[in-house]
């Protein structure tokens, strides 16, 4: 294998003799023997790994600890094209507007439909406001001020359309609104409002509108 050509080496990385190499390199090797999964065999390499400097390590395994740390950092210009492709972010997305409806619902002298329209028009609302309106990004990124006059949507995966974060941000209000008409009764009054209210997030969300700024609103 060619990561023990330097067993051969009096002195390897930091400071760390051959006897040392072919005692971790047997360790390792009994790791890959009795470790039965995953997660138990990374944690006997890295305690291993731990007893050598990171250069002793890196000359051992190059490249062994960049692949175990996918995840803890990335390397993306712009956090924002990737926020929403997280871990769970979906699911606190569907808890916070459960959570908002359950509020509305505990509020006495609100009635079913008002509150399933209330429910409606805060979400397109804070939609609105946070994926359409404001631009720029709160990280300090070196991409030369470009996410400066985008939209967070327009950041999304580098703009790329249709991908799976934006048809499920595009298809939640559709649901919430299916679900608001329902529970209204198809209310002429609640009807228009949540109409209203839909076509403000969707029609932003359309590829024809991607950076357009009608009549120069929100422009700069």
Not at 27 to 35: D, G, M, S
Not at 105 to 116: K, R, T
Request: with cysteine; proline share 5%; charged share 15%.
């Amino acid at each position: 294998m060619k990561h023990f050509k330097y067993i051969l080496n009096p002195r390897c990385g930091n400071g760390q003799t051959a006897e040392k190499i072919c005692g971790c390199v047997s360790n390792l090797l009994r790791c890959t023997r009795t470790c039965r999964t995953r997660t138990r065999l990374e944690c006997c390499l890295r305690r291993q790994l731990a007893r050598f400097s990171n250069t002793a390590a890196e000359s051992l395994l190059p490249g062994y600890f960049a692949r175990m740390n996918v995840g803890v950092a990335h390397s993306e210009v712009n956090p924002n094209t990737r926020v929403m492709n997280s871990r769970g972010i979906w699911l606190a997305y569907l808890l916070l507007t459960t959570a908002l409806h359950v509020v509305l619902l505990s509020i006495p002298f609100l009635s079913v439909p008002v509150v399933w329209t209330l429910t409606n028009v805060i979400h397109n609302l804070a939609m609105y406001l946070f994926l359409h309106t404001v631009k720029g990004t709160p990280f300090e990124t070196p991409d030369q001020g470009k996410a400066r006059l985008l939209t967070h949507w327009e950041q999304m995966d580098y703009g790329v359309q249709f991908t799976a974060s934006r048809k499920f941000l595009t298809i939640s209000p559709i649901v919430l609104y299916i679900l608001a008409s329902f529970y209204t009764k198809y209310d002429t009054t609640h009807f228009l409002v949540n109409t209203g209210s839909l076509l403000s997030v969707l029609l932003p969300k359309l590829p024809q509108f991607h950076g357009v700024r009608l009549f120069g609103i929100n422009k700069y």
